[in-house]
């Protein structure tokens, strides 16, 4: 299965850091949106999208990338590390969700977790979730992963 991971990753790594363990078990290609085109996830089997989350919405530059994106037929999923839980009736993957939906995509699901976060007010106390991703949150991350594999 040919599988790619558009990520947005600006702050600490950590986003990066689950798409990598995400990767691993895929075997995908874990790259940033300016890396591609908004041509070449047609030729996937499974796209993953994800991004740390800014103000409670995934990053300007992934949602760009999938606006961008042409229609297509294929198999995506969203995945997000942020400071803060997702909230269950304003979840932060839902746009992105949505975006894809309109694409034609069919979306097999959404990955969250906690990364560092040094945000504003933050800051101040030296950020919070300071070893986050962890060992358990990238082993769930290659939990989600292996649920998207098709044999």
């Known amino acids: 299965m040919k599988t790619l991971l558009v990520c947005t990753s600006v702050s600490h790594g ?11 078990v895929l075997g995908a290609r874990v ?3 300016q890396e591609v085109s908004t041509a070449e996830p047609a030729g996937y089997d499974l796209v993953g999208f994800g991004s740390g989350v800014f103000s409670h919405r995934m990053h300007p530059d992934l949602l760009g990338f ?3 994106l042409p229609a297509s037929s294929g198999r995506a999923f969203v995945f997000a590390t942020s400071g803060l839980p997702e909230l269950p009736l304003a979840p932060f ?6 975006l894809l ?3 034609g995509f069919e979306v097999e699901g959404t990955f969250a977790c906690r990364g560092f976060d040094t945000w504003a007010p933050f800051k101040l106390i030296g950020g919070i979730n300071k070893r986050r991703p962890n060992g358990d949150d990238l082993a769930a991350a290659r939990a989600f992963a292996e649920g998207r594999r098709r044999g």
């Open 93 to 98: 993957t839902r746009p992105s969700v949505r």
């Open 66 to 68: 999938v606006r961008a």
């Open 14 to 24: 950590s986003t990066r850091r689950v798409a990598e363990a995400m990767g691993a």
């Open 101 to 103: 939906e309109g694409k």
């Open 31 to 33: 790259v940033a949106p």
